[in-house]
């Protein structure tokens, strides 16, 4: 049963537009979200997180907005670039500090100049 | 140099054969995972450690074990390798001290695809 759900495999986004990811968790144990970026034949590097007490945290062109009641969260990137265009997961953990997070399947963002 | 890094990068195996991955880091974390990335599944964790004498089974261990020999080394081995193991095996550690303790982001290697025929 997977737990954390992207249900888009993919997302095509002109440059300077926003991109959005979406994401769906079904354990309502998990408190802390992560979203992570990944490069073809690199391993993924940390994006930005987001704690169950907050419903927004922001860093630079980089938003995740976390819903509990609806179990959803989501990556705004705005305005999006061309470099930008990666594999991106989410990921959920119950509590912290912990490493042992549970990944959605990644979605593929690809962003045209 | 990559501060989490993994040995292969690549190997094709044959059915039955035994197969070590191996990853070492010189981040100073005490925590290693073992994760597993398949097309449509995205990473799903086999084993973790959080110390030298501590391992974990994760959410898909069948098949696989492990060996944390010091701080910064942390093996998988596949006793007797299938072709559904065929898959990009990814190492991550994360910190239990310091600043970053508490933010979850592990730290991953590049990687290691293995292919079983």
């Known amino acids: 049963d997977q737990q954390v759900k992207q249900n888009s495999p993919s997302l095509s986004v002109q440059e300077g537009r926003i991109s959005i990811l979406n994401c769906d968790y079904t354990?309502?144990?998990?408190?802390?979200f992560l979203w992570y970026k990944k490069y073809p034949a690199e391993g993924p590097t940390f994006l930005i997180s987001?704690?169950?007490?907050?419903d927004k945290n922001e860093d630079g062109r980089f938003t995740v907005f976390l819903n509990k009641s609806a179990k959803h969260l989501s990556l705004h990137i705005v305005p999006s670039q061309p470099g930008d265009s990666a594999v991106y997961f989410c990921?959920?953990?119950?509590?912290?500090?912990?490493?042992?997070?549970?990944f959605g399947q990644g979605t593929i963002l690809t962003v045209h100049p | 140099d990559a501060d989490v890094t993994q040995t292969p990068r690549n190997r094709i195996t044959k059915t039955g054969k035994r197969i070590m991955l191996e990853c070492s880091q010189t981040?100073?974390?005490?925590?290693m995972y073992w994760y597993r990335q398949d097309p449509g599944l995205g990473l799903r964790l086999i084993y973790y450690?959080?110390?030298?004498?501590?391992?974990n089974k994760g959410e898909i261990s069948d098949g696989y074990s492990v060996s944390r020999q010091a701080q910064a080394k942390f093996s998988l081995s596949l006793e007797s390798a299938i072709p559904n193991q065929t898959a990009l095996y990814f190492c991550?550690?994360?910190?239990?001290?310091?600043?970053?303790?508490?933010?979850?982001?592990?730290?991953f290697g590049e990687g290691s695809r293995l292919t079983v025929l």
């Open positions: 450690s959080f110390d030298v004498k501590d391992i």
């Open positions: 991550a550690t994360s910190a239990q001290r310091g600043p970053r303790r508490n933010t979850g982001e592990l730290f």
């Open positions: 987001i704690s169950s007490i907050k």
């Open positions: 354990n309502s144990m998990f408190d802390y």
């Open positions: 990921a959920a953990s119950p509590t912290l500090p912990h490493g042992k997070l549970t």
């Open positions: 981040k100073g974390h005490d925590r």
